[in-house]
């Protein structure tokens, strides 16, 4: 999938693309003090280096993305995110996300943008719905429940809708 070809994915501050494994010093930068943090994400908080990179890098259909900057900020990793089955089997159908912002970059629309690729890549990656398990009350801006995240259906449906709770769902 090009990113380039993706308005929802590109902002003139950054461009949202698949993760190489040199962007992981980036990522792990991101994601180690979320992890310890614990508030957010529901991970052990004593996650090693080896064990979030094993976690967070995924295989296809899944993927990894980061949002890279532009101009001022080339070569600066914004924010983090990835997408993976759900679940394996008859669940296999249904991704699953998650995003990760560095704290210097928040608020700036750079998870709604992330959110924004994982449901084109997963669509494109052949998903047909996505789930988000583990949102958690601590969460705020376009991800919290109840924020415009939280009800996004893709394609839009007549006959479905999309459950409002702690878990956030973008349904066919």
């Known amino acids: 999938m090009s990113t380039e070809d993706q308005t929802a ?7 949202i693309r698949p993760a190489a494994g040199t962007d992981w010093p980036a990522v792990w930068e991101i994601l180690e003090p979320v992890i310890r943090a ?10 090693t280096e080896h ?18 900057g532009r ?12 997408l993976h ?8 159908h249904v991704a ?27 669509r494109a990656a052949g998903f047909r719905a996505m789930q ?10 376009p991800l919290r429940p109840g924020g415009p995240w939280a ?6 449906s007549r006959t479905r809708s999309c459950t409002r709770a702690w878990a956030m769902w973008a349904c066919s």
């Not at 089955?85 to 296999?92: E, P």
């Not at 995003?99 to 970059?105: D, E, F, L, S, T």
């Not at 959110?115 to 997963?122: F, K, Q, R």
Request: glycine letters at 16%; proline letters at 5%.
């Open 96 to 122: 699953n996300a998650g995003y990760m912002v560095h704290p210097a970059h928040g608020g700036k629309g750079v998870a709604r943008a992330l959110c924004a690729y994982s449901l084109d890549a997963a």
């Open 9 to 15: 994915s590109t902002a003139p501050g950054w461009v």
């Open 85 to 92: 089955a759900n679940q394996g089997g008859g669940g296999s």
């Open 51 to 68: 064990q979030a990179r094993e976690r967070w890098f995924k295989q296809a259909p899944g993927q990894t993305f980061v949002a890279a």
């Open 151 to 156: 009800s996004r259906c893709w394609p839009p």
């Open 132 to 141: 988000f398990n583990a949102v958690v009350e601590a969460m705020s801006g």
């Open 71 to 82: 101009g001022e900020l080339a070569g600066v990793i914004l924010g983090t995110g990835e």
């Open 38 to 47: 614990g508030e957010t994400f529901t991970w052990d908080r004593d996650t």
